[in-house]
């Protein structure tokens, strides 16, 4: 008993599918955690946002303050500001290795591919060794053949305590 | 013979040594003794910074806030009046409130089911005949001793006793009203909630550094370089802006003269009055043509009261000691009421400014942490704040003024601090 061919060619496909959706994170988070900031802007869409909510995972952050929330004018000017040579904060550079799981294809929407993934990263900085954990959520697109970030949040799971410095990319 | 024991003796600094005029000791940052003396003879005595009526505008609202190391409820009773309450029940210590903010008619400590009204007073207890008398009169939510309002800040002092909060402010009153005058309804709100940043520094590195304008052309530069940003000019060599030194520890960067060269309204927040044209309109409503274009080219102030609140022209920071080498900065963006058009550019540019994050303020993080691991060696033991000693020169209101880059805030932090220090 097995299931007709066209629902295996099916499932494959959505198998590929979600394989590709991680390779394609998997190689965020490197670019992320080795410091290649020109590379990792370029994986943005134009209209991406990037943001990194305070105070749990559903404020608004056109009203609340956020720890991070970027319009791609504004991911341009951080790595800009990394380039300069004169980001102390990361002079010297945090040594981070992240592990991204839980990688689940929520469906398509207007826009995009939404994606939800679980994070943790581990930094080792001076003023000490940080375990950083985040529920992140995606809305990637396919611009000529390869996936592109259009809207990346980051919700760290103790976004409501005092946070150390986190100048790198998350 | 036995000697009678004697007492160990008390660690008790000579402070006199230790903050000398140009020079202070680097242990004053690092010992946790001193730190426990601070708590004692600064955070626990005098009148600090815990929030804003805004935060909690209708009956039964609540946020928990802090004074140093020490969660405080701010909350507003059923009357309206605003409470400054610890949160530790009276009977066996509980914490009362586990919640951060919301709106309710009474706290219940969930131990034993004592329960308190939002003014602190105990309502009622379970199985009330364990108890010869009734204990409501006796027993409840302790206030802080005296708590103290300024248009809307709130400020408490855990001393009965002591100068009264106008007293404390002094010159730094002026600058709050100045920055109410930014609002079109001459209020200031603190709507947008508030960033957690944590750094592995003495709290008074935070302090130092808020009114030191010596740091941003060096700290700040790989932000100034990129972003299309004046600040950098503010603090240069040749700037015309000034260090004010207010007495009681507070000190100001007051940089209206550079504004007022530039004689154009709202170049202070690098915008013009076309890009703002409600929050203009209604400034020019409220006061007056003139007297709103005086406040819009003098913009806000830059300054820091003693010893935890610093009003950074479009934020506000609240310094929390946790212990000697640990501060939390509470930053929001500042709202001014009747100006929505205005706030969401302060917020927008406050989100990118400040926080774990921020443009500018993860590199003030960055150099509080090297001062505070460098002052732990020993040689030179001393931190030096000589620069701009033989330009000080006394304003027209008396008070002690200097260059943007000089070290006359930090001086004037030091004295007021070994005054408070000295005390008995």
């Known amino acids: 008993m097995g299931a007709p061919d066209h629902a295996l060619t099916g499932d494959l496909a959505e198998v590929v599918r979600h394989h590709r959706i991680t390779q394609f994170l998997y190689r965020e988070a490197r670019l992320q955690d080795e410091h290649r900031y020109e590379e990792w802007e370029s994986l943005w869409t134009e209209d991406a946002v990037y943001w990194v909510p305070a105070n749990g995972e559903d404020i608004d952050p056109e009203r609340d303050m956020s720890i991070v929330y970027d319009n791609r004018s504004r991911i341009g000017l951080r790595i800009r500001q990394f380039l300069t040579g004169k980001r102390y904060s990361q002079l010297p550079t945090s040594r981070l290795r992240r592990v991204i799981g839980n990688v689940e294809v929520l469906g398509e929407e207007h826009g995009g591919t939404r994606v939800t993934a679980n994070m943790l990263l581990y930094e080792s900085h001076r003023r000490g060794q940080i375990l950083w954990a985040s529920r992140n959520e995606y809305l990637l697109r396919a611009v000529d053949g390869q996936w592109r970030l259009a809207f990346k949040k980051v919700a760290l799971v103790n976004n409501d305590t005092a946070l150390t410095t986190m100048a790198f990319l998350i | ?424």
């Open chain 2, 1 to 424: 013979m036995i000697e009678a024991s004697t007492a160990p003796a008390a660690h008790r600094p000579h402070w006199a040594d230790l903050i000398q005029a140009e020079q202070v000791h680097g242990s004053l940052y690092t010992d946790p003794q001193i730190f426990q003396q601070e708590l004692r003879k600064i955070w626990q005595r005098t009148w600090v910074y815990v929030g804003h009526v805004s935060e909690i505008p209708k009956p039964f609202d609540f946020v928990m806030k802090s004074i140093g190391p020490d969660p405080v409820l701010m909350t507003r009773d059923k009357d309206g009046q605003v409470h400054l309450l610890h949160n530790r029940c009276p009977h066996r210590g509980n914490q009362v409130c586990e919640k951060h903010r919301g709106n309710q008619r009474s706290f219940t400590c969930n131990y034993h089911g004592w329960n308190f009204g939002l003014d602190g007073a105990l309502r009622g207890y379970p199985f009330p005949s364990g108890y010869a008398r009734d204990k409501r009169k006796e027993l409840g939510l302790a206030p802080v001793a005296r708590v103290g309002i300024y248009k809307g800040f709130v400020f408490g002092s855990m001393a009965a006793d002591g100068p009264s909060l106008e007293e404390h402010l002094g010159g730094a009153r002026d600058a709050i009203d100045k920055l109410c005058r930014n609002s079109p309804e001459g209020e200031v709100e603190v709507t947008a909630g508030f960033l957690q940043h944590k750094v592995m520094a003495n709290w008074k590195f935070v302090m130092e550094n808020e009114t030191d304008g010596y740091h941003p052309a060096f700290v700040h530069a790989s932000i100034f370089d990129v972003a299309d940003s004046q600040i950098g000019s503010l603090y240069g060599d040749t700037s015309t802006a000034v260090t004010r030194y207010f007495g009681n520890g507070h000190s100001e960067v007051d940089l209206r003269p550079e504004f007022r060269r530039r004689d154009k309204p709202l170049s202070w927040f690098g915008t013009t009055p076309e890009k703002l044209p409600d929050y203009v309109a209604r400034m020019n409503a409220a006061y007056g043509e003139d007297e709103a274009r005086r406040i819009l080219i003098d913009g806000t102030p830059h300054i820091m009261i003693f010893p935890n609140l610093f009003i950074a022209e479009i934020q506000m920071f609240v310094i929390q000691p946790l212990s000697v080498g640990e501060t939390v900065q509470h930053v929001t963006a500042l709202q001014f009421k009747g100006a929505s058009d205005f706030n969401r550019r302060l917020r927008q540019q406050t989100m990118g400014s400040v926080g774990p994050a921020g443009f500018l303020l993860a590199d003030d993080a960055e150099m509080y942490e090297r001062s505070h691991r460098g002052v732990q060696e020993k040689n030179p033991e001393w931190v030096y704040l000589g620069r701009g000693s033989h330009r000080e020169r006394i304003d027209e209101h008396g008070y002690r003024i200097g260059h943007a880059t000089d070290d006359l805030c930090s001086r004037g932090m030091w004295q007021h601090y070994r005054s408070l220090m000295e005390a008995a």
